[in-house]
């Protein structure tokens, strides 16, 4: 399995020839590098602030940047969605859905571990508030991995109103983002979330031309000014506190794609980030975990206080987060423990993993 969450592309083939896909998924895997390398950070920078570490200027960052993170992943999740869903129930139920579900409840489960050591250093939680949330989690998911539980439900719902006029979609899921990243919240991350960001998977999978040319224009002056405008808005609605106003938000989660694209049009000649970008599920799966433990071993065992040591700490956990993630996979493969990331036969009525 080569570690594909997220819509991955299949093949590197395409209609323009054996360069022009090349060029085009150096792109796409460039994109996913960036926004799973700003989830890591994000993750990373929170943790951290909770071992003692004064990291409070990358939490700040990372709320400054976040219209670009989430929004840019699920568009990219979006653009090779149109396979599963044309196709069968029963091929998007035994491949799609018994991944994201298997990884979504085993992973749930490495991480409720880790999350109860991570808040017992903070002199939080019981285990009462670890198991239940866990118990729930296949209908109200939380952590991390509700990305993953969002990811099945589209493809789900997509495939569901795949009848209905993609204009009229589009429109519906504009409407619940608009709503719900003007400040709206639920009792489940997962809930909001998928509110929130359906409208992008839609844009990736409706708008996949759009989506394309943008990553292959030449236009580099017009990428750059989409960038510049999408930094100023976002640095704007931060300070000002505006981002709960309703649409404005989503017009920075809209610039936050394009600038999204831009950058990883510039960034694509980057080996490790590409290579970062198309093994996205293993270092999603494992990096916060990986994050907790060692943020906690950081605690007791090393002084954190400083804020030279606060801008440096989250980039280098990270990294490291990112590299263990990606080792854990391949010694997982290696000695048995492929169950980790591919389900078994049994599960969900499926054919084999």
């Known amino acids: 399995m080569r570690g594909e969450p997220v ?38 920078a929170n943790w951290l602030l909770a071992a003692g570490a004064q990291t409070s200027g990358w939490v700040e960052l990372n709320t400054v940047v976040s219209s670009l993170r989430m929004p840019l992943f699920f568009t990219l999740s979006g653009l090779f969605a149109a396979k599963w869903v044309r196709g069968s129930w029963r091929r998007l139920l035994d491949v799609k859905v018994r991944l994201y579900g298997w990884v979504f409840l085993v992973w ?27 118990l729930l989690s296949p209908v109200m998911p939380r952590l991390e991995l509700w990305f993953i539980w969002a990811l099945a439900l589209f493809f789900v719902v997509a495939k569901a109103t795949a009848k209905v006029p993609p204009v009229v979609q589009v429109a519906v899921a504009l409407v619940g983002a608009a709503f719900a990243l003007s400040g709206w919240e639920t009792a489940s991350v997962g809930w909001s979330g998928s509110v929130k960001y ?83 599920l ?26 030279v040591v606060g801008w440096l700490l989250p980039p280098v ?24 990331y591919a389900p078994p036969r049994w599960f969900f009525g499926g054919r084999g993993a």
Request: charged share 10%; with cysteine; net charge positive.
């Open 7 to 44: 819509g991955a592309p299949g093949p590197r083939t395409a209609p323009g020839g054996a360069a022009g896909a090349k060029e085009r998924l150096d792109w796409i895997d460039a994109g996913r590098g960036i926004a799973i390398v700003m989830v890591v950070l994000f993750h990373a």
């Open 108 to 134: 749930g489960l490495v991480g409720s571990t880790a999350f109860a050591v991570g808040v017992r250093m903070k002199g939080e939680g019981s285990l009462g508030t670890i198991v239940v949330p866990f």
């Open 198 to 280: 359906y409208v992008f998977f839609l844009a990736g999978m409706y708008g996949r031309d759009v989506v394309m040319r943008l990553g292959r224009t030449p236009r580099t002056g017009l990428l750059a000014a989409v960038t510049v405008a999408w930094a100023g808005v976002s640095l704007t609605l931060w300070l000002l506190g505006l981002r709960d106003v309703p649409g404005l938000y989503l017009v920075n989660c809209v610039l936050g794609v394009l600038a999204g694209i831009a950058l990883a049009r510039a960034l694509s000649g980057v080996a490790v980030l590409r290579h970062v970008g198309s093994h996205t």
């Open 282 to 307: 293993p270092i999603y799966l494992a990096h916060t975990p990986l994050i907790v433990l060692t943020s906690v071993a950081l605690h007791y065992t090393v002084p954190l206080a400083g804020p």
């Open 317 to 340: 956990v990270g990294a490291l987060a990112i590299w263990a993630a990606l080792r854990l996979r391949d010694v997982a493969q290696r000695h048995g423990a492929g169950f980790l």
